[in-house]
């Protein structure tokens, strides 16, 4: 394939591994994209968006316990890419499949509030409220989120 002519003149270039994996997801070809999606992870671990491509492959098999693994990718992803819509998305997915309903209602919110939809957002929060421990540090994300959205509404009456 083109992607294995481009490894083979650059063997060191993360990019090119990245299209490989591509390819592969988008060809349906899932199972084979992992391998090198990780390969340019392990080259330049604070790729975001190719972390977030590794989630999805993960999840995409649909094999339990990749779960951890994907979100392990996602919270690495987080950091340089707070505002992916698509990581909030695979977040709340990875979440919904181990059964954890307040960290889907928490992943929701914040894929609604930063997507800029507030009602949704605020929504979303409660319902997070309502599930994870009071006081922990995810009740506290999902009050805040809340709060926030509340500021936001005074802001624009």
């Known amino acids: 394939s083109l992607a294995d002519g481009l490894i083979a003149d650059f063997p060191n270039d993360p990019f090119f591994y990245e299209l490989k994996g591509d390819i592969y997801l988008n060809t349906g070809q899932v199972e084979k994209s992992i391998e090198p999606f990780e390969q340019a992870v392990d080259m330049l671990p604070w790729a975001a968006l190719i972390r977030i491509q590794l989630a999805r492959a993960l999840l995409e098999l649909n094999r339990s316990g990749l779960e951890e693994k994907a979100l392990d990718h996602l919270i690495k992803a987080r950091r340089y890419e707070p505002d992916s819509s698509e990581l909030w998305r695979l977040t709340a997915a990875a ?63």
């Not at 919904?96 to 919110?109: C, E, I, K, W, Y």
């Not at 997507?115 to 006081?135: C, T």
């Open 95 to 157: 979440y919904n499949r181990l059964g954890d309903m307040g960290q889907v209602a928490l992943a929701q919110a914040e894929r609604s509030f930063r997507g800029g939809r507030n009602q949704e957002a605020k929504a979303h929060a409660e319902r997070a409220m309502e599930i994870l421990p009071e006081g922990g540090a995810s009740w506290l994300r999902a009050q805040d989120i809340s709060l926030q959205v509340e500021e936001r509404e005074r802001q624009q009456e």
